[in-house]
C-alpha cells in the first residue's frame, strides 16, 4: 500500500498493489503519468463513497501521439483498468446542473450594454437618457454647442423634456464652448450640479454622469485642461445605479483629446458581475468554480462559460458570474413550455485531465482540427474488480481513434448485481469537458448507471451506446451539450468529413452526406432496452438524442443476436428528457425507428 502525499512524475505505472492519495486540504496533489494500469489486484483510491475526498487532486497524462510504444488493448495515454483492476474516485459532489429561473440578457441587462464612441465627428455636447430602473438609453442628442447659438435653446428643450429621475450622461466632442452662453452654463449647473460648466472653455475634455433634477451628491464629473499639444488625456465620469429587479449597473462617459485627435463616448454595463437566479439551490457551487450556460438558440454555439464570483448577498439558488454574456439565455416557462437554459458545474476536485500541444500534428487528422486531440483516456476492460466514479472531472480526454474516449466500458459484461458487482458500477456527477472523442462509451456492457454527468463540447456521439447489444444501462438526469462532428464513424461525421473519409466504409460504396453521414448526436442510443430519464441534449451538431436498432449487431458483437432482434425489444425508460438546440431543427430532435417527434 502506497500513499501519494506530493507531486509526483511517472512515465508508465503498472500498480501492482494499492495506491491511496493522501487527504490534506492544505497539500493538493498531482500525479503525472504516461499511462497508469490497474489490474491483478492494482487499485487507485482517490476517496471513498463514504468518505469523498475533501482536497484537490490532479491526474494528468501526458505524451504525444507520435512517441512511445502502444500498450496491447489500452494505446497511449491512458488510465486502464483490468483483470483484478480497481478505481474507486470520489470526489465531492456539488450540484451537477440546473436550470435558469431568471432570464440571461445579453451584456446581462434587459435591453443588452450600450456602447458608443466617436472620434472626430459629433462636436459639442453629446447627452444620453437612461432610465435607471431599466439601464435601457431612452435617448441620445447632438448639440453642436460650439458652432451655433441656437442650440443652446434645443439642449434646453431636450433635458426639459425628460421627468426628473432619469439619468443623464454629457460628454464633449471636440468642442463645445464657443456657442455655449452664460445662461445655458447656469442651466446645467442648476440642473445636474456641475462644478466645471461655468469654465469650459475651447476643446476641453469635459464628461459628466448624473440624475436630472437630483441633489449635488448625484453628479459625477471630470474635466481636463485644454492645451495646445493635442494630447490631454480622458475625463472620465461614471456612476453606478441599480435596476429595479437588482442588477448593478455602471454609466460612463468620457471626453479627451489622444495624439491630437477628439475622443468621446458612452458605456452602460453591468458592474460588480451579474447575479443568476437558478432553479435549484447551488450552496456547493463555489468562487473559482466555472459554469456553462446552454444555448436557447437554435445555434449549439451560443452556450457561454463563465466563473464564479464571491457573492455574499447572493440567495441559496444564486450565483454570480465574471464576463459579460454574448447571447441571450431564456429563464421562463412560455405558453406551457420549459425554455429554461441549462446550466451546468464544469469543476471537480478531482481531476483527470491529458497534457496537450498547442496545436494539430501528426496523424491527428489535422485537416479538420487545428487543434491537439490527442487526449487522455480511461479504459475499463472484462473482470475487473470495482469501478466507481464520483465527484470526477475530465478535461482534454479522448483521442480521435476508435477506442480511445474519456471514460469507455470495453466487452465488459454485465457490471451491476447480474455480473457480480455490488455495489454496482456507475459513474455519477462527472463534468467531462472540452474532451476529443466522445463522453461516456458503453460497448458491450450492460446494467452502467450514468448519473448527474455532464457532456460538454467534445467531438463524435457523446453518450454512447455502441455495438446494439448494450441494455440496462440508465441514464439519469445527464446533460449533453456543444456536441461537435468527429471523424471516427460516418455518423459522427460532418460534410467534409464523410466526403474525405474512407475508413469503416464498406468496400466502394461513397457515402452520402445527408443520410450516411452528419448525425452525430448527444445521446446515440443503440438498443431499446435501456433507460433516459430527466437527461437533457441541449446541442448538437445533427440530433439531441438518437435511437438507432441495428439489424445484426455490429463491431466485435457481431453474431451476439439474430437479425431483427433489437426492434422486436420492448422499449425501456424514456421520461422526461428535454431536447433543443440541435442543428437538424428542421427535422428530428429525437429520432426512434417507427416513430419520428418533430417539432416546427
Not at 448 to 475: A, P, S
Request: net charge negative; with cysteine.
Amino acid at each position: 500500500m502506497v500513499w501519494l502525499s506530493k507531486r509526483t512524475a511517472l512515465n508508465s505505472a503498472s500498480v501492482p498493489g494499492v495506491l491511496i492519495f493522501a487527504d490534506d486540504p492544505e497539500q493538493p496533489i498531482t500525479l503525472r503519468a504516461r499511462s497508469i494500469l490497474l489490474e491483478d489486484g492494482g487499485a487507485l483510491y482517490v476517496g471513498t463513497e463514504s468518505c469523498p475526498y475533501r482536497s484537490k487532486a490532479v491526474i494528468s497524462l501526458y505524451g504525444k501521439a507520435t512517441e512511445g510504444d502502444e500498450v496491447e488493448g489500452y494505446g497511449k495515454k491512458f488510465l486502464g483498468v483490468g483483470r483484478g483492476g480497481i478505481l474507486e474516485l470520489h470526489g465531492r459532489k456539488p450540484r451537477s446542473w440546473t436550470l435558469l429561473d431568471k432570464t440571461l440578457y445579453p451584456g446581462g441587462l434587459c435591453y443588452g450594454p450600450y456602447t458608443s464612441e466617436k472620434r472626430w465627428s459629433s462636436r459639442g455636447l453629446n447627452v444620453r437618457i437612461v432610465d435607471a430602473d431599466t439601464a435601457q438609453v431612452v435617448a441620445a442628442g447632438r448639440f453642436d454647442t460650439h458652432l451655433l447659438v441656437d442650440e443652446n435653446r434645443r439642449l434646453r428643450q431636450f433635458l426639459s423634456y425628460h421627468s426628473p429621475g432619469k439619468a443623464v450622461a454629457i460628454a464633449v466632442g471636440d468642442s463645445a464652448a464657443k456657442s455655449l452662453t452664460l445662461e445655458m452654463r447656469l442651466f446645467l449647473r442648476d440642473l445636474l450640479s456641475s462644478e466645471y460648466i461655468l469654465h469650459l472653455g475651447y476643446r476641453q475634455p469635459w464628461a459628466l454622469v448624473g440624475i436630472l433634477g437630483g441633489p449635488p451628491t448625484s453628479t459625477v464629473e471630470d474635466a481636463k485642461p485644454s492645451q495646445g499639444n493635442g494630447t490631454v488625456g480622458l475625463a472620465v465620469a461614471a456612476k453606478d445605479f441599480r435596476t429595479y429587479d437588482g442588477v448593478n449597473f455602471r454609466i460612463t462617459a468620457f471626453s479627451g483629446w489622444i495624439k491630437g485627435v477628439p475622443h468621446h463616448g458612452f458605456k452602460v454595463e453591468v458592474s460588480e458581475g451579474i447575479i443568476l437566479d437558478l432553479a435549484d439551490e447551488v450552496t456547493s457551487w463555489l468562487p473559482g468554480d466555472r459554469i456553462v450556460v446552454a444555448s436557447t438558440d437554435y445555434s449549439m454555439h451560443q452556450a457561454e462559460e463563465f466563473d464564479l464570483l464571491p457573492c455574499p448577498e447572493c440567495r441559496s439558488n444564486q450565483v454570480k458570474i465574471d464576463g459579460s454574456p454574448l447571447y441571450l439565455h431564456m429563464g421562463e416557462i412560455v405558453d406551457g413550455v420549459d425554455m429554461r437554459a441549462e446550466v451546468g458545474l464544469l469543476t471537480r476536485n478531482i481531476l483527470i485531465q491529458g497534457e496537450m500541444e498547442e496545436a494539430c500534428y501528426g496523424p491527428n487528422h489535422c485537416q479538420f482540427f487545428n487543434f491537439d486531440t490527442f487526449g487522455g483516456q480511461i479504459k475499463i476492460q472484462r473482470d475487473f474488480t470495482s469501478v466507481h466514479m464520483a465527484g470526477v472531472e475530465l478535461k482534454n480526454m479522448g483521442q480521435q481513434i476508435l477506442g480511445s474516449y474519456p471514460v469507455h466500458f470495453h466487452l465488459t459484461g454485465d457490471v451491476d448485481e447480474k455480473g457480480g458487482y455490488d455495489p454496482p458500477s456507475y459513474l455519477d456527477n462527472l463534468a467531462i469537458h472540452h474532451c476529443f472523442s466522445r463522453c461516456v462509451a458503453i460497448h458491450g456492457a450492460h446494467g452502467l448507471l450514468v448519473k448527474d454527468t455532464i457532456g460538454y463540447d467534445t467531438l463524435g456521439h457523446c453518450f454512447f451506446l455502441e455495438d446494439g447489444t448494450e441494455q440496462r444501462n440508465t441514464f439519469y438526469h445527464n446533460l449533453g451539450l456543444l456536441t461537435k462532428a468527429g471523424t471516427i464513424l460516418p455518423t459522427d461525421r460532418n460534410e467534409a468529413m464523410c466526403l474525405s473519409m474512407r475508413n469503416n466504409v464498406y468496400g466502394d460504396y461513397i457515402p452520402i452526406p445527408s443520410t450516411d453521414c452528419m448525425a452525430v448526436s448527444s445521446f446515440w442510443i443503440a438498443n431499446p432496452n435501456n433507460n433516459l430519464i430527466d437527461n437533457a441534449a441541449a446541442g448538437a451538431q445533427a440530433v439531441g438524442m438518437w435511437y438507432i436498432f441495428h439489424q445484426v449487431p455490429t463491431g466485435q458483437s457481431e453474431g451476439q443476436y439474430p437479425a431483427g432482434q433489437s426492434e422486436l425489444t420492448p422499449l425501456g425508460k424514456f421520461y422526461n428528457n428535454r431536447v433543443h438546440s440541435n442543428f437538424k431543427v428542421e427535422r428530428y430532435f429525437l429520432w426512434i425507428p417507427g416513430l419520428r417527434l418533430k417539432f416546427q
